[in-house]
């Protein structure tokens, strides 16, 4: 079992950049496929990015194509989110997620953090 802490969100103004970092709990982290998703006020959890246990295949949301970078750091049980030219639209809660080997879907859950882009 895999526990997963979020931080980074806050406040940015459109165009700007956030980093959002997501720290594993266990020793196994690098079993895990990583993912981010969001959800937005009134809106269904919609995947954002990602990456494979070794870090070598990352795909995205056609939305954040091209300014959302995702990465791992296995020797530090860490997945990140580079966000950068940031839209209003980008306004929600972002989930860390977990996939184990095993599993069709990813099966933990961070709790999330906000990241509100102000015009």
């Known amino acids: 079992q895999v526990q997963l802490v979020e931080s980074g969100g806050g406040l940015v103004q459109a165009g700007g950049s956030l980093r959002l970092s997501c720290v594993a709990s266990?020793?196994?982290?690098?079993?895990?496929?990583m993912g981010w998703f969001r959800q937005a006020p009134g809106k269904e959890r919609e995947f954002v990015a990602h990456i494979n246990q070794n870090g070598n295949i990352r795909y995205y949301g056609d939305y954040v194509k091209g300014r959302f970078t995702i990465s791992r750091d296995n020797a530090k049980n860490t997945v990140a989110l580079q966000m950068n030219s940031l839209k209003p639209e980008d306004t929600a809660v972002y989930y860390c997620a977990a996939k184990s080997v095993m599993a069709i879907n990813y099966n933990y859950w961070g709790q999330g953090t906000q990241v509100t882009v102000s015009l």
């Open positions: 266990g020793r196994t982290f690098s079993s895990y496929a």
